[in-house]
């Protein structure tokens, strides 16, 4: 069964440090969203992404974040200078459809910001 | 936005026993899913139901779009059923995503 790859699982970074998430979302999806949830709390939206740019933003996604489709397969997150409070888990997630279809997620990747 | 509420917030059962987890939503929905959170943190698709009923095994969900709620299911609870379950809706309309519910923390104790 096809499926939402993250890497890397965990990662560890120094407050500062750039830090990129990568996904492989499953092959024949065309959107494609990250999700954050700070341990202990609820699952937040991130971004949405179609067509090669963002659909929709919350208001989490400040300029220290970005996305990007680099080839064919990835869909990538930058933290650009990560603060103590983006230590989360964050998820990707495909789908076929734009809004009404069903989110397909990948395991998640855990960011510790020291 | 819209609104998502999980009942209960906690819930302790024993092993073999059936259970009921709700979600309210604030606001019509064109999409909505329940989720299994296991202890690794994996977020697991249970299912894909703005309206009706589903069954998958020992998991059923049932959702009333037009009084704004669905319910979980859970039959012959078993311990690798603890977790925390989420329900997320999207109202539609455009791309801007899933909005969770705080979820309902299930501990099944053997």
């Known amino acids: 069964e096809p499926e939402v790859t993250q890497t890397p699982s965990h990662q560890v970074t120094q407050m500062g440090q750039e830090v990129i998430l990568r996904c492989v979302p499953i092959s024949n999806h065309l959107y494609f969203y990250w999700y954050r949830q700070i341990l202990g709390q609820k699952v937040e939206f991130l971004v949405s992404f179609y067509n090669n740019e963002i659909s929709e933003k919350s208001e989490i996604f400040d300029d220290q974040f970005s996305v990007e489709r680099p080839d064919g397969s990835n869909f990538t997150l930058k933290i650009r200078s990560t603060k103590l409070e983006d230590s989360a888990m964050y998820f990707c997630?495909?789908?076929?459809?734009?809004?009404?279809?069903?989110?397909?997620f990948g395991e998640g990747s855990r960011l510790t910001v020291l | 936005g819209i609104q998502v509420e999980q009942s209960p917030p906690d819930l302790i059962l024993q092993e073999g026993a059936n259970s009921t987890l709700r979600c309210n939503f604030s606001d019509s929905v064109n999409n909505l899913q329940w989720f299994h959170q296991n202890p690794w943190g994996q977020l697991i698709n249970l299912f894909y139901?703005?309206?009706g009923t589903k069954q998958n095994g020992r998991l059923s969900a049932t959702t009333v779009a037009t009084e704004r709620y669905s319910l979980l299911y859970i039959s012959s609870s078993q311990t690798t059923d603890s977790g925390v379950y989420f329900c997320?809706?999207?109202?539609?309309?455009?791309?801007?995503?899933?909005?969770f519910g705080k979820g309902t923390h299930l501990i099944i104790q053997p």
């Open positions: 139901i703005p309206s």
């Open positions: 997630a495909s789908s076929n459809v734009l809004s009404t279809g069903e989110l397909f």
């Open positions: 997320a809706v999207e109202k539609g309309g455009g791309a801007d995503g899933l909005t």
